[in-house]
């Protein structure tokens, strides 16, 4: 129902975007067992969008706590964060490897394997066996984070999630009062607030060093970026907004986690007691190059983030 004046209204607009996000979390929770039941490679994609749907639901009710039942929206929103964390572990083990075995096939076949005869020789070598090293740690994780998700999504814990989501898939616990106001009254002020945030925490980033262009101290602040900027598109993508500017900012820092995440999986690597220096040594040039990678995406998220923050609607 409209208001006298026609403007949409707060509870309207909110509880839409709730509904599509729980009817696609149950899409992707029938496309998620039906992969598992097959083996079908399709269950990577259909977790993703579990996740996906988990993410907005999640962000939304934090973002629009003001508009929603508050002690139903909490409780939510801290089961969606603990099934997203725990679904996303085996599908970051298994990407951390095959980005790191992708680079080191790239280091070892192109012009960016160092210059030197004895350095190259010494990457040829230490590829095969650092490949080997990395498989086995990775795997291991990713079994026991397999093993973790299937003991989740078998927990009354997950069922009682997934029942919330199916109530909310036709009705959204919503405040009375605050559900009947205009959404530029109730909904864009709330959405400000997380955009606000975002940009002081952009703006807070530590300054890159010249002589020491990475430093892994920084990657807590990139990441909270990364949060923050996801919490603000979801906000702009339920109001129904324009949000492809921030989506490739996102990308940028998705790739930005990915790669500062496969830096550290490879030094963790290079600790292993007792490895070859063939081994170490193509570890630490594997370590450099994803290194390099994150400085690519800090550089790419401030551009995008500049030219986004000079137009006309800004970010």
Known sequence: MAQPNHDPIAGDVLGAYLRAQATAFLRGLRLHDEGTASGAAGGGEAARGLRGAAHRISASLATFRPVADSSWADSLRTELVWLSSTLADEHAYAARLARLMDALHRLTGTSEVPATRASAGSLTVGSARAGALLERQLTLSRTRAHSATLQALGSSRFHAVADAVAVMASEVPLDPIAARGPVDDVLSPLAAVAGSRLSTAVASLPSPCPSHPYNQDHDGPWNEVRRLLRVHLYAREALGEDVAELAAAGEALDH???????????????????IAPATAYAL??????QRHEVEASRATFHHIWKLADSSPAGV
Do not use: M, Q
């Not at 990915?258 to 007792?274: N, V």
């Not at 630490?284 to 190059?289: C, F, I």
């Open 256 to 274: 930005h986690r990915d790669a500062a995440e496969a830096a550290a999986a490879s030094a963790t690597a290079a600790r292993t007691p007792r």
């Open 284 to 289: 630490g040039v594997l370590h450099a190059d």
